[in-house]
Each structure stands twice: as structure tokens, then as C-alpha cells.
């Protein structure tokens, strides 16, 4: 699945205490990477924790969900994002080196991936970035399909195009939200054909934009088959995280690209449907339209 990813952000603390009892070690792990003047190394993470660089690794991610250079990295993306989004009065160039970049070359390979966007664009909120919408009907109801240059970033779901409009306003709010042209028809018309249809496959570039942590449930989600469901544990050991089923449904509420990253395939312990973002009874359609597809039959 091609990703452009927006900056990934630190998980809050340790969800809950790993079995090991390392969680109290883990917060001075990430207090000694938020306070070094440079991305440690594991090696030099494990020294100061006294343990073996693998129990380390593998105590960090249990409590955290992150490996430690992905933590680091999203230490200093946030730093990024604070730093530009701050003061006026700061240029790129204090915002690197008071994120801990010594090196531009190194900062600005990085920026893309990091902040979805140049530094100087992101300094600006984002204006400029032009990002391409249309609105339509499909069997769910209304539909808005949205892409920005790397792909396809919204698919929204709803009664009220109107309402999916401004949702999507509030997603990009500094952006040029630009009606569709006679070429986007196909983007639309494959996701429509896409929710009506989910045998037929997506082919199309998703510009996926979230945490680091939510990067790794949704790429979780879109390896359950179609017509078959996981529940928000199963997600959260697949991930290598198995406290953290609650944050797995936070990062299923956060999904902007409905279908195509199928949330609606995770479901509570007991198989009920729980909350979907948008609207329970549209969660049901969708697994009854998989199922039957599966299996051969008319969608219902």
C-alpha cells in the first residue's frame, strides 16, 4: 500500500504495565532519547538501560508500540512540528537545529516524510497544496473522494455531501480544495466500484496520512480478507502491541480513507459491531456485501 505519511507522533505513555514489569525502565528510555542532543543508538539506549539490545528493543515496543528509532524519530518530528508552527519570528533553519538536526542535508531528506510536505509549506499551514474533490452517491449513501499529488487522501462516507464537504475543509483547512475535473470521474468511479463491489480491489495510490502507531494498525487492518472480520485485540497482537487495544481503536477512528482501509472488518472480543466513524448500520452493509461476495451470492 503506497504511503505518504504525515509526521508520526509520540503514543502517550505506556498503556498499560507490561508483564515484564519494564514500564517504569521504558519512561527513562524516552526521557534519555527526548533530552539527548542526538538520536541514540540502540546500542547506546541498551547501555543505559542495562539490558540486552533485543530485550530492550523488545520491552520498549511492548510498552510503547514503537521501537526506540521510531520513537526517536517521532521525538524529533514533533520537535519539527512545534518549532514551524510556533512563532512567526522562527526560520526553518532555527526550527532544524533546535530539533536536533545537524545537518540540513539530513533535515530535509527527512522533511517529507516527516511533515507530508516541504518545511517551508508546512511553516505556512499547508498553503498551496492543491488537493482535488468530488462528491457522489453509492450504495452507503453520499460519498466525497479526495486526492492530493501522491494519491488518494479522503474517502468519507455520509448522509450529507454537505457535511462531508466540511469535513473534509477541516481536514486541509489551509489547502486549495479544488472542485474535480473531468478526469477525476475515474477516481471516483473506481472507489465507488470498490464499495460496491470489494472483490474487485483498489487499484489506485493512497495517500495515507497518520502516526507512526496508526500507520502499523492500518496496514494491520488491510491484511484481514474480505468477508472476514479480527477484533481490536487480534489487531493489537499483530502489531506486536498487545496492551494497546484501546489505542488500536483510536487509530480506527482516526482512518479518513473508509473501504479502503477497512475498519470495518475489526469487531469487539465477542463479534458484536461496535462504534463505526461512520455509522454502525454502514459497517454492517459493508461486511454483509464482502460476505456475499465471498461467497458468491448477490450483495444484499
Known sequence: ?????????LPPAPVSQPANGHAGLVAGVCRYIETADHPPTLAELAQHAQLSPHHLHRVF????????????LAHRSRRVREALSGSHSTSVTDAMYSAGYS?????YAEASQVLGMTPTRFRSGGVDTDIRFAVGQCVLGAILVACSEAGVCAILLGDDPEALVRDLQDRFPRANLLGADPGFERYMAAVVGFVQAPALGLDLPLDVRGTAFQQRVWQALCRIPAGQTASYTDIARAIGSPQAVRAVASACAANALAVAIPCHRVVRSDGGLSGYRWGVERKRALLAMEAAAEAGQPAP
Request: glycine letters at 12%; zero cysteines; a positive charge.
Open 61 to 72: 515496543k511492548q510498552a510503547t508500540g514503537l521501537t526506540p528509532k521510531a520513537y526517536a
Open 103 to 107: 545537518s540540513g542535508g539530513r533535515f
Open 1 to 9: 500500500m503506497p504511503t505518504h505519511a504525515l509526521p508520526p507522533t
